[in-house]
């Protein structure tokens, strides 16, 4: 039982390289999400995903792009890195459990770095 | 958009003492009122929440309050183990798969 599965988990890169996060999850959830995670500052929402062919944006967007390539899977993508964009990353995903309620389920996250 | 803010940042107790996490939120039209731990490298996991129409529930060793009036919302954790030692999320929502998160609170458990 796999759950929400994030590629890859460590990442070096140079200012203004680009790159793609991977993230695919095996509960036939609806809705996808990524955040990152930085000290002090809690978890922001980058993007999400309510379900398949659709995305928007989050707290955060800014320097980023999102694919829902299918309903498993949501990519993350950086054009061009940016050091405030060292963080780690969380892929979600979530479907309602009744009553208006929605449980996330996370990854295990991506550590970026970008010099 | 709504507004959660908790506190305190960091906290430290000994073990078999209780904890207490606070939160309070913006939105009056908030309604799910969930708590997450995250343990070092890993990704924040659900550990207990609440709904708008209840007051209280436990699970164990841990509880949840909720006053609507005041708009806050607490975790307690009773007989602190080492292992409760995390980050610990509070985060509200409001008929909506989108959650609004705390900052976090790191709980250091000392043997």
């Known amino acids: 039982n796999a759950g929400v599965t994030q590629t890859p988990k460590f990442q070096v890169l140079k200012t203004g390289q680009s790159m793609t996060l991977q993230c695919a999850q095996d509960?036939?959830?609806?809705?996808m999400y990524w955040y990152r995670q930085d000290p002090g500052m809690g978890l922001r929402l980058i993007y999400y995903s309510a379900s398949e062919g659709t995305t928007d944006k989050g707290e955060v967007p800014n320097g980023y792009n999102v694919s829902r390539l299918n309903k498993r899977e949501f990519s993350l993508r950086l054009e061009s890195a940016a050091p405030s964009q060292t963080s780690v990353y969380f892929c979600a995903s979530s479907d309602e459990i009744g009553g208006g309620v929605w449980e996330l389920f996370f990854g295990e996250g991506s550590r970026l770095t970008v010099l | 958009g709504e507004n959660v803010e908790q506190h305190p940042s960091t906290l430290s107790v000994q073990e078999g003492d209780s904890a207490v996490i606070k939160c309070t939120y913006s939105?009056?039209?908030?309604?799910?009122f969930p708590w997450y731990k995250q343990e070092l490298g890993k990704g924040p996991q659900l550990i207990i929440d609440i709904r708008s129409n209840v007051g209280e529930k436990k699970d164990q060793r841990i509880a949840v309050t909720l006053n609507k009036t005041a708009k806050h919302f607490s975790l307690h954790i009773t007989e602190t183990q080492p292992e409760d030692s995390a980050v610990y999320f509070c985060?509200?929502?409001?008929?909506?798969?989108?959650?609004?998160f705390g900052k976090g609170t790191k709980l250091s458990v000392i043997p």
């Open positions: 509960m036939n959830h609806n809705s």
């Open positions: 985060a509200a929502s409001s008929w909506s798969y989108q959650l609004t």
């Open positions: 939105d009056s039209a908030s309604n799910y």
